[in-house]
């Protein structure tokens, strides 16, 4: 339960010829806490420099970060991050990885693993505790990767493209798990899975927006964005990246990610916003700056 | 792998027994002079009497608690000073030129310079090992360090840790990795060190030996004790490389 808000955020970075670069430029916009926003934007045109600055491992050049209305400074000890490249510990267990935001705090070992069983369990891992990082598949590590991020249960979830690298099918079971865990209520890390799913009765705007984290999910894929998210936001082409359109997702919750993709207010939806990105697409392709991810 | 591994035997000790057939035949042949390559069978003779005479053991013992003390001060000192400047860029640049330079003085020219500072005992060698342990444990640490994934640094970071849990979950055994696999050369130059000190001015170790053989013109003394340090080289590294294996399981 975290709001972040840029406001007039800019970043320059040096080429390596030594010029500057002006990757985002005068940036504004608020998450309000417990929804879920998308960035789309062409690759290259500075959603992770974004990311990374909500994050605070980067800080702007002008503007600012807010986070629950103080001015960020320092990393942001309100939010996880999942990147998109594997960021498990190799040299540690998958249990160790999972339990490691708990035993940085200080949590006793026996604590820090009894709470990282359950996480395992919750992302299907719980037979793989034991293993390492690079003797699970793909998928594997970004379950992984998911319960470390979870299991610290702050307010805000910051996530860079986490699943673009894997195959499709795996990305759509992977989404769906992101949504279940998302959409549960009680973040206080003992609702059961199962509750994501539950169907109807009662209305998700009840109970869910008090409990739920924020999120921001950058990603080039629209149609990902379409279908998790509460609100899109497309940035345009590089250098100088800027809000180009906000479009808000009413598309029902909980959300069957398997149909979802061919209703036709999700087809309604994703025409009209590819309508802006196609443009901001085909101009990154014209420009031929320096990619930056 | 596993029906290769006896494969592999077979030939490394065919490659071994050609070649000592070989050197055998061209000296019975008389194609090459037994006072300049002395011959197998008296080399194999030679080890054997130091062995089952008992001679060897003390000197093989010197050589080794000299090779090990080089490697163990060595790796301390590389390993401390490549995590330092590793995470100060500033004091890298400083002091790279220094560091280039000390690692390119010829060992060989401080052997005297140590024998004169620690005298003829087993420091004098300790130290010339250290001088060759030290700049492959720095330079690998360093790298290790600067290398290390900068992701899995942003994560751990992310996910709380303070500075020393970040060097000691990540940059340590990121580090680990290189050092590791420097560990096999680093050990080779240890028994280099010790062996060329003791060569140069000693009263034992294998170097000793040796040079007492080199001067008397005893080929075979020499040739038997560059056969006790090669078949010891290989003894501890199979160990070196099975610590290694245990220790970066985690590398599958």
Request: charged content about 20%; glycine content about 8%.
């Amino acid at each position: 339960m975290t709001s972040i808000e840029f406001d007039r955020v800019s970043r320059d970075f040096t080429t390596p010829d030594g010029r500057p670069y002006r990757a985002l430029d005068d940036i504004s916009f608020t998450v309000s806490a417990g929804s879920f926003v998308a960035i789309v934007g062409p690759s290259g045109c500075g959603k992770s420099t974004l990311l990374n600055m909500a994050a605070g491992l980067l800080t702007p050049s002008c503007g600012s970060v807010r986070v629950d209305a103080v001015v960020l400074t320092g990393l942001n000890r309100r939010a996880t991050y999942m990147f998109q490249q594997d960021a498990l510990l190799p040299w540690k267990t998958v249990r160790d990885n999972v339990a490691l935001g708990l035993t940085l705090s200080g949590v006793a070992r026996r604590d820090a693993h009894a709470r990282a069983a359950v996480w395992l369990g919750r992302v299907g891992l719980a037979a793989f505790g034991d293993h390492y990082p690079a003797q699970l598949s793909g998928g594997m590590r970004k379950r992984a990767a998911m319960a470390q991020n979870w299991i610290i249960d702050r307010g805000l979830l910051l996530m860079d493209e986490p699943f673009s690298a894997l195959d499709v099918h795996t990305r759509l079971l992977m989404e769906t798990e992101l949504l279940t865990l998302w959409e549960a209520p009680a973040a206080s890390g003992v609702a059961r899975p199962s509750q994501g799913r539950e169907r109807g009765a009662e209305s998700p705007a009840l109970h869910a927006p008090r409990s739920r984290k924020t999120v921001v999910f950058v990603t080039h894929d629209l149609e990902e964005a379409i279908a998790l998210a509460d609100e899109v936001i497309v940035l345009s082409a590089g250098p100088s990246a800027h809000v180009v359109a906000r479009h808000q997702v009413t598309l029902e919750r909980p959300r069957d990610l398997m149909e979802l993709r061919t209703s036709p207010a999700f087809i309604d939806l994703y025409r009209a916003l590819w309508v802006v990105l196609r443009e901001e697409v085909a101009r990154s392709q014209r420009t031929a700056e320096p990619t930056r991810g | 792998m596993a029906e290769r591994r006896g494969e592999i035997l077979a030939w490394r000790v065919l490659v071994g027994v050609a070649w000592l057939t070989l050197w055998q035949a061209l000296v019975s042949l008389k194609i090459l002079d037994p006072f300049f390559v002395s011959r197998p069978t008296d080399i194999a003779r030679r080890v054997n009497d130091w062995v089952v005479g008992g001679t060897i053991w003390r000197h093989l013992a010197t050589t080794l608690e000299e090779s090990l003390l080089g490697l163990v001060i060595g790796s301390a000192m590389g390993i401390s000073l490549g995590f330092a400047l590793g995470r100060s860029p500033v004091a890298a640049r400083v002091f790279d030129p220094y560091i280039k330079m000390l690692n390119a003085v010829p060992r060989v020219v401080l052997a005297p310079l140590f024998l004169l500072w620690f005298g003829l005992g087993i420091w004098s060698k300790v130290a010339l090992a250290v001088t060759l342990v030290f700049f492959v444990m720095f330079f690998n640490t360093y790298q290790g360090v600067r290398d290390a994934d900068r992701v899995v640094v942003d994560n751990v970071r992310m996910l709380g840790a303070t500075e020393r849990q970040l060097v000691r979950h990540v940059l340590i055994p990121s580090a680990l990795t290189w050092i590791f696999s420097s560990l096999q050369t680093s050990l080779g130059f240890a028994m280099v060190g010790a062996v060329v000190g003791e060569y140069l001015g000693s009263t034992r170790g294998l170097g000793y030996v040796i040079s007492q053989a080199e001067g008397t013109f005893d080929t075979t003394g020499v040739f038997a004790g560059m056969t006790v340090l090669g078949v010891v080289v290989v003894i501890v590294s199979a160990g070196v490389t099975r610590l290694e294996r245990w220790l970066l399981r985690w590398k599958v």
